[in-house]
């Protein structure tokens, strides 16, 4: 398998990048990271409204953040409601994906369709849906009905990336795995599992992505006692004037970017420790 | 000197010296197609026997394998292990070891892992799994590679890893489909002899499943050859070779002269192209087909080359024939023969000591009646 990827790896004759696709490429990355650019400048700002280039250098919208309840709390619950809903969208999107890799025929098919509903459907349209019948069942405002709501449309997420991983993996180590006396249970925990765990964990940092930047279900959600990161940071320019917001966005985009990288820095050194193995 | 002590020590330990007895009773596989793959198989697995299925590609073999393991559900017809039927027991609990073609081995976990995962999953405490793990790598010949990843070994290296795995936990037997036929010739032969020895120390039932008619001769006690979903003949390679039922199992087992008969009688004579040749009785298979359409199987080391007729003994059955092409073996050589009438190919071994022969000779084929064998076609 190594010798694989390695041969994989070697670099192959490539023909040179012309300069026009150098140019456009560097302006599909400015769009992409300008306005993080004039996000972060701004939370260190001394003024009290938007201004940009910022007059001067303080910690002052930090320390807003950090001391005002509405903020930490909405912070708070989003952790929480993302934690969850990566949990649960990680066990039901790896669950399908095993069991939609086994299937075949249009059943499988029909039924991988309809787990990848969520990502196309406009989310104003799933936004309503899910408060009609969360009134109804009472679940709006709670902690147990954003998990719901995000974890619908986080499963797609995990299902793809976890679907890729079993692309990989042979699953005539299942039989070499129950002739040694495993049960399908212990088969998918000590084989399946650690060789699909790449696609787990990107699957599981996906879903928590996907929660912790929703907005348009959070905000048919919310209620006074309740609402998440995005929720608040809407309020702050939609009721209220805070340039807080500006430092709550750089605090958004920086714990994202951590999660991002975390696992493939962890990756890479788990990595080159198997490498260094005689 | 050494050596045989720890090996006779180790298998002492390791097998159960008693194999396990695999009956199979009526077993059908049957997915809908036009023909089941496994068609009504009845066949008793002796304790402690090595067991060969062979069989061209298709013939059931496989599938019957996959259904004594449990990874196949019988459609009709019952398993049984030393007299339990098992037909419904699910893989993980039949006790079985089974080696693949592609070593099957977890890439995520060393050899010792490897090594260890049976043990593991029947509970055993670590001081002992340390110990057994160590005496089977003794066994297989990898001591000092327990903490190599699979990747970093050799195709053999990996089967043995692989073989260690599957004998490690003293299964009632051990199944292997097709292990050696990943490997290169030379590695293939040491694995057979090797496959042998281990088999000989740990006295388990083999059942070994392959399509390499070479193999199965070099391992089996006992080869049951499979055909379109039935087995054609079981019986030790000796038997299958010297006295095949059918004319699917002579050519299957090695090179032979065939001359298609038409229905065979009782007299003492049959016909041939205008030949009339003795019969011995003895040589007459005991398969019912024989008496609606039989064939004569002569092995190319029984045929006799003459000169002429005048040269044949009397009692022998003959044959004119014509040399087509001469294969030179070293210390034989083979005649490629023309024969008849219609121009089949037959075939003669002679010894390199006897005369030339050039091609576009006119010859005469020569042999006794005890040396054929008349199956059924």
């Known amino acids: ?278 | 000197m050494t050596r045989q002590t720890t090996v006779e020590a180790t298998g002492s330990r390791l097998g159960t010296g008693l194999g396990t007895e695999i009956r199979l009773e009526g077993v059908t596989k049957d997915y809908g197609l036009a023909a089941p793959a496994v068609d009504d198989i009845s066949l008793t697995i002796e304790p402690g026997e090595f067991m060969t299925l062979l069989g061209p590609s298709g013939s059931g073999k496989t599938t019957t394998l996959n259904l004594i393991a449990g990874f196949e559900t019988l459609t009709e017809g019952t398993i049984s292990l030393d007299g339990a039927d098992v037909s419904a027991v699910p893989p993980h609990r039949r006790n079985l070891g089974m080696l693949f073609q592609n070593y099957a081995l977890f890439p995520h976990m060393t050899v010792a892992q490897n090594v260890a995962y049976p043990l593991r999953e029947r509970k055993v405490p670590k001081p002992e799994i340390a110990r057994k793990v160590a005496e089977v790598l003794e066994l297989v010949q990898l001591t000092g590679r327990d903490d190599t990843h699979p990747s970093r070994l050799s195709g053999g290296q990996q089967q043995r890893v692989a073989l260690a795995r599957a004998i490690v936990f003293e299964p009632k037997a051990l199944l292997l489909d097709e292990p050696l036929g990943a490997l290169d010739r030379n590695l293939r032969a040491a694995l057979q002899t090797e496959i042998r020895r281990i088999h000989r120390e740990v006295g388990s039932t083999f059942v070994f499943v392959t399509h390499d008619q070479e193999e199965a001769m070099n391992l089996a006690d006992r080869i049951a050859l499979f055909n379109n979903g039935r087995i054609e003949q079981v019986g030790t390679p000796q038997q299958l070779y010297a006295a095949p039922e059918t004319l699917f199992t002579a050519r299957f087992l090695g090179d032979s002269n065939v001359f298609e008969l038409g229905a065979v009688g009782t007299g003492g004579t049959v016909a041939w192209e205008g030949e009339s040749w003795g019969v011995d009785p003895e040589t007459v298979a005991a398969h019912p087909g024989v008496r609606a359409a039989g064939a004569i199987v002569v092995r190319p080391e029984d045929v006799e080359v003459a000169g002429s007729r005048d040269a044949v003994p009397v009692g022998a059955n003959a044959v004119r024939a014509s040399v087509r092409d001469v294969e030179y073996m070293g210390s034989y050589r083979t005649l490629l023969l023309t024969v008849g009438e219609r121009g089949l190919l037959g075939r003669a071994r002679v010894s390199a000591l006897r005369g030339e022969y050039a091609i576009g000779d006119e010859v005469v084929l020569w042999w006794r009646p005890r040396a054929q064998r008349i199956v059924a076609a």
């Open chain 1, 1 to 278: 398998m190594t010798s694989q990827v390695k041969t994989r790896r070697r670099p192959v004759a490539v023909d040179p990048v012309p300069w026009w696709l150098k140019v456009f490429g560097g302006l599909v990355v400015a769009f992409f990271i300008l306005p993080t650019l004039f996000v972060i400048p701004m939370s260190f700002s001394s003024a009290t409204t938007f201004q940009f280039p910022p007059p001067g250098f303080s910690w002052r919208l930090y320390e807003n953040f950090f001391t005002n309840p509405v903020w930490l709390d909405s912070l708070g619950n989003s952790f929480l409601v993302a934690s969850l809903t990566a949990l649960l969208a990680t066990t039901v999107g790896t669950a399908a994906a095993v069991a939609l890799s086994r299937l075949d025929g249009k059943a499988a098919r029909f039924a991988r369709t309809v787990l990848m509903v969520p990502i196309v459907a406009p989310s104003i349209v799933v936004a309503v849906a899910v408060y009609i019948s969360f009134l109804g069942w009472r679940l709006t405002g709670t902690v147990g009905g954003y998990v719901l709501a995000h974890t619908a449309i986080a499963v797609p997420y995990v299902l793809v990336s976890v679907t890729g991983a079993l692309g990989g993996f042979d699953q005539r180590l299942l039989k070499a795995s129950a002739s040694l006396g495993a049960s399908p249970l212990r088969s998918f925990v000590r084989v399946t599992m650690p060789l699909i765990s790449r696609g787990i964990l990107t699957g599981a940092i996906f879903a928590f992505i996907v929660s912790f930047d929703e907005v348009v279900i959070a905000l048919f959600l919310r209620s006074p006692l309740f609402q998440t990161m995005p929720v608040q940071m809407y309020n702050s320019v939609t009721v209220e004037i805070d340039p807080t917001i500006s430092a709550a966005s750089s605090l958004m985009v920086l714990a994202v970017t951590i999660i991002f990288i975390l696992p493939q820095l962890l990756r890479g050194r788990a990595g080159r420790r198997q490498e260094r193995r005689p």
